[in-house]
């Protein structure tokens, strides 16, 4: 039989072992806050710019410019966005219960709505009417959307190597801290995108 010390010091092994995963887990996420905090430091800089611009700018647009305009393309590009943050949520749900098969499929599903969203984005550029030297319209539109389209990129590399690993035995055997972690990253892509549209589409000139 074990030995009362011997579980003694299973029991103590166990705590630090717990205890090292919290402390790994919660210098991950804080560090991740952190740069979400920045990241959001940036865009909110942007989106005053642009407003102070569009406030304070008598011809915002220039003759002959329509400027960005309200289409079902952009409604379509916007609700597969916005749903891909329901499908990224029910992955890391699924991962929480050990079903890898479905984890790694919504995970997918979700790179590929992303994905979805940046072709309907170049598919808008080239279909617009102004460019990015079309004065301050065609500056801050392609600034803005290039800006989020960048990190919606970045979003979408970041899953695919979460994706490939995966596939690498024992991976998350300490947790699935940058898992959580492009999840925030994600939903915070989703938020600005919310903004973006009710300042480019919505807020009519």
């Not at 992303?114 to 460019?131: I, N, P, V």
């Amino acid at each position: 039989m074990e030995s009362s010390l011997d579980k003694s010091r299973s029991h103590q092994v166990y705590l630090e072992t717990g205890g090292k995963r919290e402390q790994d887990k919660s210098n991950v996420l804080f560090g991740f806050t952190v740069f979400l905090l920045s990241e959001s430091m940036v865009f909110v800089s942007f989106f005053l710019t642009y407003t102070i611009l569009r406030l304070t700018t008598i011809n915002w647009l220039p003759p002959g410019v329509s400027g960005p305009e309200l289409s079902t393309p952009i409604i379509i590009n916007t609700v597969v966005l916005l749903s891909s943050s329901v499908v990224i949520y029910l992955a890391e749900r699924a991962l929480k219960r050990h079903n890898l098969w479905l984890f790694r499929v919504l995970w997918l599903t979700t790179s590929a709505m992303g994905a979805y969203f940046l072709a309907g984005t170049l598919r808008e550029w080239r279909s617009l009417d102004f460019g990015l030297l079309t004065g301050l319209v065609g500056a801050t539109f392609y600034l803005l959307t290039g800006f989020h389209g960048l990190h919606v990129s970045a979003g979408i590399f970041l899953q695919m190597l979460m994706l490939v690993r995966s596939f690498v035995p024992g991976n998350y055997n300490r947790g699935h801290y940058g898992v959580t972690a492009i999840s925030l990253f994600w939903h915070f892509v989703d938020v600005i995108w919310v903004i973006l549209f009710s300042l480019l589409y919505l807020w009519r000139a």
